[in-house]
C-alpha cells in the first residue's frame, strides 16, 4: 500500500513539473515573436528659469478673459456659425431678409413716432425683402473675397486697403442699387429713380465713412470668419434703419406739392415733377 502512494505521488511531481516546462516552453516563444517595443523619447529637463518666462503666442479673440460674461449668450451664436458652416448661401439669404426686415420696421417706427402717427406699411416691408434677397449673396461673396485677398505681412495695412477697397467701390454701387431700387419699386420713373439716386448716394456715402471703416477693422481684426455676417448684421440694422429713413426723406421730398399760378386762372397744386 505504501509503495503504490509512492508511485502515485512521483507520477504526480513528475507530471507537474511537465506541465511547468510546456508552459514555460510556450511563454518564452510568445516573447520571442513579439516585435520589440520603440523606446520611450526621453523627456527633456524642464529649465525652470525660462518656463515661467517665455510668452506664448499673441492671440486676436474674443471673448477672452474679460469677455466672461458673454458666455451665456454664446450658444446662439455657435449654432448660427454651425449653420454657416453647412450651408453658407441659405443661412446669408436668411440673415439678410431678417435684417432688411428689422431695419425697415425700425424706421417706419421711427417715422410714425411707434406707429401711432401711421399704421405699419406691408409694401414698404415687401420691397425690403425683395432688396436685401436680391443683394444676399453678391454681398456675402464680395465680403468673402474681401476676406481672402489683401492680406499683408502689416495687419494695419491689409485693413486700410480692405476699408478703401470697400468704400471706394462696395458701399457706392450698393447704395445706388439700394435707392434705385426703393425708387422704381415704388412706381418711379427712371428719371425719378435717377433723381433719388443723386440725392440720396452722396450724402449716404460720406455718412457711412463714420461708421462702416470701424464695423470692417473690428471684423476682420477680432470676429471669427463664421461670425462675421451676424455680427456685422446686428450693426446693418441700424444702418439699413438709416438708409430707409433717409430714402423716406427724399421720399417725401418728391411729393411735395408747388403752387403754380395762372394769369386770371386761379392756382392749382401739383406733385414735383408733374407735367401741368
Do not use: C
Amino acid at each position: 500500500m505504501s509503495t503504490s502512494t509512492f508511485t502515485t505521488h512521483r507520477t504526480l511531481r513528475n507530471l507537474h513539473a511537465t506541465v511547468h516546462r510546456n508552459l514555460s516552453r510556450q511563454l518564452r516563444r510568445h516573447e520571442s515573436t513579439k516585435p520589440p517595443s520603440a523606446p520611450k523619447p526621453a523627456t527633456p529637463a524642464r529649465n525652470l528659469s525660462t518656463a515661467s518666462t517665455t510668452p506664448g503666442p499673441k492671440t486676436w479673440t474674443i471673448p477672452g478673459p474679460a469677455w466672461s460674461w458673454i458666455e451665456p449668450l454664446m450658444p446662439p451664436f455657435r449654432a448660427y456659425g454651425r449653420m454657416q458652416q453647412r450651408s453658407p448661401l441659405l443661412t446669408q439669404f436668411e440673415s439678410s431678409l431678417t435684417i432688411y426686415f428689422l431695419g425697415d420696421l425700425s424706421a417706419q417706427a421711427v417715422f410714425s413716432s411707434g406707429f401711432k402717427e401711421a399704421s405699419y406699411e406691408p409694401a414698404r416691408g415687401l420691397r425690403a425683402l425683395l432688396i436685401g434677397g436680391l443683394s444676399s449673396i453678391p454681398s456675402y461673396k464680395w465680403f468673402m473675397f474681401l476676406g481672402q485677398n489683401f492680406n499683408y505681412s502689416s495687419h494695419l495695412a491689409s485693413l486700410a486697403v480692405k476699408i478703401l477697397i470697400n468704400q471706394t467701390f462696395f458701399t457706392p454701387i450698393f447704395n445706388t442699387y439700394f435707392f434705385g431700387m426703393q425708387s422704381l419699386l415704388s412706381g418711379s420713373t427712371l428719371q425719378e429713380a435717377k433723381e433719388r439716386v443723386i440725392e440720396t448716394v452722396p450724402v449716404s456715402w460720406r455718412n457711412s465713412w463714420k461708421v462702416w471703416p470701424a464695423v470692417t477693422a473690428f471684423s476682420f481684426t477680432f470676429v471669427p470668419p463664421q461670425y462675421r455676417n451676424v455680427f456685422a448684421g446686428g450693426i446693418a440694422v441700424g444702418w439699413q434703419t438709416y438708409l430707409s429713413w433717409l430714402n423716406k426723406n427724399a421720399e417725401g421730398k418728391g411729393q411735395k406739392t408747388v403752387e403754380v399760378r395762372g394769369a386770371g386762372k386761379g392756382s392749382v397744386t401739383v406733385k414735383k415733377g408733374q407735367k401741368t
